[in-house]
């Protein structure tokens, strides 16, 4: 069964840093950009610090000043990936971050040195109920757009809440930042209020939010103003908190005895990069304090009241939107008889007792639901729209998706040897049945058939990736072949690749071939290579790229494990990393098969089961040319023959109940081969 929107599963109990996964902040470095640009700038943040040592002078210790809630709202930005955290996975996290700013978050792991400094900083991060408009809203926006692939400032143009004013917390929620870094946001005073917030990498939401939210409220890392931890020389820098030691820094490990400049390190701090955070002491916390009451460092207008009103965060408020609807499907391409798991995403609503689905499938069994994320059989082949409408207390909204789902026929397709020379002028759509190419693009230029250079005939297929996002992924799909009569040996593609770098910097450009035997429901991955190893011309060309005969290459790639399947595809992938022209031509499949599909086959020319997987209503259609006698053989996975019978089959279309197999098979996957004297043929089946 295919789930189709892929939730992100967060592990909300990871820290900041680990070893895993090592994505760390460049706060001061962005922070430090700007100060290098802004003499007025540096005053702000000087000023702001020396408030901070006088606060905290007077004031150490006194946490009376009562719960300071900041609005806030996540802008999702998303490319139909991972990314896309759902509003429950939001919602655990900003949780989970309110208990460590609370103090409350696995504390008592805290070693006796440094646990009578666990502090409670008063801060709560709330998420908004009314937009900048004025409108309703749950605190969350969702944005597709593929600059989440390489994110920087640029997202903020997005989406942003704070252009003219001061109210809100804004959290951006990326794939992965440009900088390599898990987040980062600026120190008080040092930006305006449209670029004035926090960019995370949704895989690491939870662990970095409160080390990103201390840095908004002027604090540094443990070991001082840079992104080195580890460095000896940080024992000479101090982050401006008394009860904080001099240390160098961790950098994903958790040594609770570490004592780096002689004397025990907080290693279990949020400010530094240590695998086990769990505190902020009393001198951080009156240190963002200090930040959050000063109008130096411009933080001391989100928690007003008069905010908190105009942001829906005043306590007790409530409303009733009407929601966003949204479901991801992204690309649902599947054989005739596989299912789908539909989930809502729908958005700017908080969820209650009065919301109502209603899910209309045409072509889908059931073509209907009630339900929130409900569960559908395509058993047809054909190309369908999926709508969803939703009704609640405030109104009601919908969204349908156009050709969101493709199914297609369970049969066999063109017969190998396949030859693709790119020669027909209306390449990817070829003339013949079953000869389309497909591509799959998230927009704008992506392949295109190119009488530029070839290895051979006239053309080729080629890919700017020079023009395209980096991290944009597009892709070109063979039509189905019928690999049921090829060999493990002969079952390969080979392919003629040239490729240039444009630059000599490092790069991470990818070309990937896949191959699936389910029409694409799921893939399988037979050839992955980057960077320099798919270079064909030697040294970088600046210019357009235009291969010469001998800055081809040819490449091979083993599809043995697609042999005897009747429904293949092929999937060439291209990551861009904004290099230089990606040209393939000649591809040629099962290259030394010797042609004997079509004879094997012989006169039967369609095999399927319908519906798959099997139920009591299931049956074998059998499409042959001439009459014939056949035994219907019946085995398992493991070749194992479970059945054999005999069926006179006529010119046409047979079909044979599969009533008695539904009934007495077990769960599991099922081959069913038609043998006669004149042809055969074998195909899969599933029994729930």
């Known amino acids: 069964m295919k789930n189709i929107y892929l939730a992100f599963a967060v592990l909300f109990s990871i820290p900041f840093f680990s070893t895993a996964q090592q994505f760390p902040c460049t706060t001061h470095e962005h922070t430090n950009a700007i100060l290098e640009q802004s003499p007025e700038k540096r005053a702000l943040l000087e000023q702001l610090n020396r408030e901070a040592i006088e606060y905290t002078a007077l004031h150490y210790g006194e946490r009376a000043g009562g719960l300071k809630v900041i609005p806030t709202v996540v802008h999702v930005i998303h490319n139909n990936g991972s990314e896309n955290l759902s509003k429950n996975e939001i919602l655990n996290a900003i949780d989970i971050v309110n208990e460590e700013l609370r103090g409350q978050n696995n504390t008592n792991s805290v070693v006796s040195a440094f646990s009578g400094l666990i ?16 409108n309703c809203t749950d605190g969350i926006t969702r944005t597709v757009s593929s600059q989440t692939l390489n994110a920087d400032e640029d997202v903020k143009d997005l989406v942003n809440w704070n252009d003219g004013s001061r ?3 804004q959290v951006w929620l990326v794939n992965n930042l440009s900088s390599g870094a898990g987040g980062y946001t600026y120190l008080p005073g040092s930006t305006g209020a449209h670029n004035n917030g926090i960019i995370i990498r949704a895989a690491q939401f939870q662990g970095s939010l409160a ?4 840095h908004w409220l002027n604090l540094s890392h443990t070991w001082g103003p840079t992104n080195d931890p580890e460095t000896a020389s940080n024992c000479n820098f101090d982050d401006n908190v008394s009860d904080t030691p001099n240390t160098i820094g961790t950098s994903g490990t958790c040594n609770l005895a570490q004592e780096s400049c002689g004397s025990l390190d907080n290693v279990q701090n949020h400010m530094d990069y240590s695998s086990c955070a769990r505190m902020f002491t009393t001198g951080q916390a009156a240190r963002m304090e200090s930040a959050s009451n000063s109008s130096t460092g411009e933080r001391s207008s989100y928690y007003t009241g008069s905010n908190r009103q105009a942001t829906g965060t005043n306590d007790g408020f409530s409303n009733s939107c009407v929601p966003t609807v949204a479901f991801y499907v992204g690309t649902a ?20 007792a009065s919301w109502v689905w209603s899910w209309s499938f045409p072509g889908g069994t059931p073509s209907s639901s009630n339900e929130q994320n409900p569960t559908v059989t395509y058993n ?29 026929e369970l049969g066999g397709g063109l017969t190998g040897p396949v030859v693709e020379g790119i020669e027909e002028s209306n390449f990817p759509n070829n003339s013949g049945n079953n000869s389309d190419w497909s591509i799959e693009s998230p927009g704008g230029l992506t392949w295109q058939r190119s009488a530029t250079a070839f290895t051979s005939g006239a053309a080729s297929v080629r890919i700017n990736l020079r023009s395209i996002t980096t991290g944009n992924i597009n892709s070109l799909i063979s039509p189905p072949i019928d690999m049921s009569n090829v060999s493990s040996e002969d079952a390969q593609l080979t392919f003629m690749l040239a490729h240039s770098n444009r630059t000599s910097t490092t790069h991470t450009e990818r070309l990937r071939v896949y191959a699936s035997r389910n029409c694409g429901e799921t893939w399988t991955l037979r050839y992955n290579n980057s960077g320099d190893n798919i270079n064909t011309a030697g040294n970088s060309i600046s210019g357009t790229f235009v291969p010469t005969t001998n800055q081809w290459r040819q490449e091979s790639v083993s599809l ?4 005897g399947e009747e429904h293949v ?4 992938e291209v990551t861009s990393d904004n290099q230089s022209y990606l040209y393939i031509d000649d591809i040629n499949i099962n290259p030394n098969a010797s042609g004997t599909g079509v004879a094997e086959a012989g006169v039967i020319s369609t095999l399927r089961v319908y519906p798959n997987p099997i139920n ?40 044979v109940s599969l009533a008695d197999e539904s009934a007495s098979l077990s769960a599991g996957i099922y081959l069913i081969q038609v043998r006669s004297e004149l042809g055969t043929k074998t195909i899969r089946f599933i029994k729930d």
């Open 333 to 352: 391409l599947g054989c005739e008889g596989f299912s789908i798991d539909f989930e809502d995403t729908s958005f700017g609503a908080d969820e209650d």
């Open 560 to 563: 043995a494990t697609m042999a």
């Open 616 to 655: 009591g209503n299931s049956q074998l259609e059998v499409s042959v040319k001439e009459a014939v006698k056949a035994d219907i053989i019946l085995t398992n996975v493991m070749g194992q023959t479970l059945s054999i019978s005999q069926e006179a089959l006529t010119t046409g279309v047979n079909r």
């Open 569 to 572: 595809l092929v999937k060439f």
């Open 211 to 214: 080390h990103e939210f201390g």
């Open 119 to 134: 502090a409670d900083t008063q801060f709560e991060l709330r998420m908004a109920k009314i937009d900048q408009n004025g």
């Open 167 to 169: 109210k809100y917390l």
């Open 380 to 408: 047809t082949a054909g190309t369908y729209n999926v709508s969803l409408t939703i009704t609640n207390n405030a109104g009601t909204a919908s969204e349908t998706t156009q050709n969101a789902v493709t199914v297609t």
